[in-house]
C-alpha cells in the first residue's frame, strides 16, 4: 500500500509495524477487553515526524489513532471494529526529558516519556511531579495528559490539568501548535492547553509538554486504618483535614472485598491490619519539615480519632519499607481485579461529602437488579472519586446469557446513583468509546453542542481518534429531544 510505503521512506521499515505478531501489544487494551485490527503502527521519533505522519494520513483520508501506554481502562486507546482501520500513532520512541528548571518549578519533556521516569528524573533535581497512579511505570505523560489522568495525589495537588503548564500538539492538517509555555501567569487569550488535555487525541496529537514540579518533600507519614464503614471514614478525612491542611497528600478508601482479592491475587501483599473485614483507609503527610514533627502530627490525630470511635485499629508505617508495602497493596488492585474476574468499573465522582451516601445507594440499585452481587470499592475519597466495581467471578460471567445488556443496565444504576447526588461518570478515565452512551444521556444538549462545535473547528474531517468522547449525533437525538425543558438531566 502506497501509504505504508511513504511511512517507510519516513521513518524507516523498523518504525513501521505491519505484522500482526508485531501489532498485537498496540491493537488489544491490557485487559484484553477490547481488540480490533490496525492498518498498521508507526513510531515516530520526533515531532516533526508526527507531522509529516499527520500529513500522509490526511492526504490519504485515513484515520489516525494516539497511543501512549496502552493503559487506558475505557477502549480509548485501541481500533474498533467499524470504519476504515485506523493508523496507531504510537509514541513509545518519544522518551526524552528536555529540560529541567528547579528554580522555575518546570520540567519540559517528549510525550512518550513513562510516568515513572518523570517522577525519577524530577527527584533526581529535588523536585516532584505529584501526578501518581498505579499504571505509572508503563503510562505516558501524553496518555495522562489526553485524558487528564487523577491518581492518589488529587487530593493536595490536583489532577493532571492543574500540572501542566504548556503543550505543544501536532494538529490534524499537521501544523505543530507550539505552546510551551513555562509561564504560571499568561492572560493573553483563550488558554488553549485545556482544550487538548482530557480531548483523548480527538482534536490534536500532545507530542511535548511543559510540567508543573513541586518542592520534594523530605518527610513523609503514613498510616493504614480499620474504619466501621464510609461514614466513619468520612469523619476520619475532616480530622486530618482541620489539623494538617495541605499536609495532608492522600486517602484512599477500600472495602475488604477489595483487599480480599488484592491478597489472593498478588504474591507479597499483605493486608497491614489484623482485621480484613469492614473498611480500611491510607492516609499519607508529606512535608518539606521535620519527619518527626510529622510523624507527631500523624500520631497525635489517630489518638484522636480512635478515642472519637472513627478507628478500630491502625498502624503507621515505622520505616521506608513499609511506607512502600502499604501503597503496593493500594498500588495492585487493578492487577488484582483483573486476575480475579470481571469487574464492571465504575469511575463516579460525587461531592466527597455525599461520598457514604452514593456507595449505600449504589449498592442497592445494583443488588436490585443482581441480588448478592458483591461490590469491589476502592477510590480516592479525598476528592471524591469512587471506583464502584460490581464484581463477577470468570464462571458467574461466562453463565450469563447477555452480558452486554446487563453490563449496560448496572452501568446505568450506578451512574443514575451517582448523578443524583450531582456527582459524574467519569472522574480521571476517560470516555474513549465505552461511555459515549452515558455522554448523550447525562451531558446537558448545550454542552454536547459546544464539544461537537470545538470538534468540528479543529477536525472536520473525523479523523483523529474517531467514535472516542462525542456519542454518535443519531444516538445523542433519541436519548434528547431538543427541548427547550431539556436540562440533559438523567432519564426516569
Request: glycine fraction near 10%; include cysteine.
Amino acid at each position: 500500500m502506497a501509504l505504508i510505503e511513504a511511512f517507510k521512506r519516513l521513518l524507516g521499515d523498523a518504525a513501521v509495524l505491519t505484522r500482526d505478531a508485531d501489532l498485537a501489544g498496540l491493537t488489544e487494551d491490557w485487559r484484553g477487553r477490547f481488540n480490533a485490527p490496525a492498518l498498521c503502527a508507526v513510531l515516530p521519533a520526533n515531532t516533526e515526524q508526527v507531522a509529516a505522519i499527520v500529513r500522509l494520513c490526511a492526504e490519504s483520508g485515513v484515520p489516525m489513532l494516539p497511543q501512549g501506554g496502552n493503559t487506558s481502562l475505557c477502549g480509548g486507546a485501541t481500533p474498533a471494529d467499524e470504519g476504515k482501520r485506523p493508523v496507531i500513532v504510537a509514541l513509545r520512541r518519544m522518551r526524552r526529558i528536555r529540560s529541567i528548571d528547579p528554580i522555575n518549578n518546570t520540567m519540559e519533556v517528549d510525550a512518550g516519556c513513562v510516568l515513572a521516569e518523570i517522577h525519577e528524573a524530577a527527584a533526581a533535581a529535588g523536585r516532584l511531579y505529584p501526578v501518581s497512579l498505579g499504571a505509572e511505570g508503563s503510562c505516558q505523560i501524553g496518555g495522562t495528559i489526553g485524558t487528564n489522568a487523577g491518581g492518589t495525589g488529587v487530593l493536595r495537588y490536583g489532577n493532571t490539568r492543574d500540572n501542566v503548564l504548556g503543550l505543544e500538539v501536532v494538529l490534524p492538517d499537521g501544523s505543530i501548535w507550539d505552546g510551551l509555555s513555562a509561564l504560571r501567569k499568561n492572560n493573553t487569550g483563550y488558554d488553549l492547553k485545556h482544550l487538548f488535555i482530557g480531548s483523548e487525541g480527538t482534536l490534536g496529537i500532545v507530542t511535548g509538554a511543559v510540567l508543573k514540579l513541586h518542592p520534594l518533600p523530605t518527610a513523609e507519614a503514613v498510616a493504614w486504618l480499620a474504619v466501621d464503614g464510609p461514614q466513619k471514614a468520612l469523619d476520619v478525612l475532616g480530622l486530618f483535614q482541620a489539623s494538617c491542611s495541605s499536609r495532608l497528600s492522600a486517602f484512599e478508601l477500600m472495602n475488604d472485598n477489595q483487599i480480599r482479592l488484592v491478597l489472593e491475587q498478588v504474591p507479597g501483599r499483605r493486608c497491614p491490619v489484623a482485621r480484613i473485614d469492614g473498611w480500611h483507609v491510607l492516609v499519607e503527610l508529606s512535608d518539606t519539615g521535620d519527619a518527626a514533627a510529622l510523624a507527631a502530627t500523624l500520631q497525635t490525630v489517630l489518638e484522636r480519632a480512635l478515642d472519637a470511635g472513627l478507628i478500630s485499629d491502625a498502624i503507621v508505617a515505622s520505616s521506608e519499607a513499609q511506607r512502600k508495602a502499604m501503597w503496593l497493596v493500594r498500588h495492585s488492585v487493578s492487577e488484582a481485579n483483573k486476575k480475579a474476574g470481571v469487574g464492571l468499573t465504575s469511575d463516579t465522582a460525587v461531592p466527597v461529602s455525599a461520598v457514604p451516601a452514593f456507595i449505600e445507594q449504589a449498592a442497592a440499585a445494583v443488588r436490585a437488579l443482581v441480588p448478592d452481587l458483591p461490590m469491589v470499592v476502592v477510590g480516592h475519597m479525598g476528592d471524591g472519586n469512587i471506583h464502584f466495581i460490581p464484581f463477577f467471578t470468570f464462571e458467574a460471567w461466562s453463565a450469563i446469557e447477555d452480558r452486554d445488556v446487563l453490563a449496560e443496565r448496572i452501568r446505568r444504576a450506578i451512574d443514575d446513583a451517582a448523578a443524583a447526588l450531582r456527582g459524574t461518570f467519569s472522574a480521571e478515565h476517560g470516555i474513549g468509546r465505552t461511555l459515549t452512551g452515558e455522554m448523550a444521556r447525562y451531558k446537558p444538549p448545550v454542552e454536547l453542542a459546544l464539544m461537537r462545535a470545538v470538534k468540528q473547528a479543529f477536525d472536520p474531517r473525523g479523523l483523529f481518534n474517531p467514535g472516542r468522547v462525542l456519542p454518535p449525533a443519531a444516538s445523542y437525538l433519541l436519548r434528547h429531544p431538543m427541548q427547550p425543558s431539556d436540562k440533559g438531566r438523567p432519564e426516569t
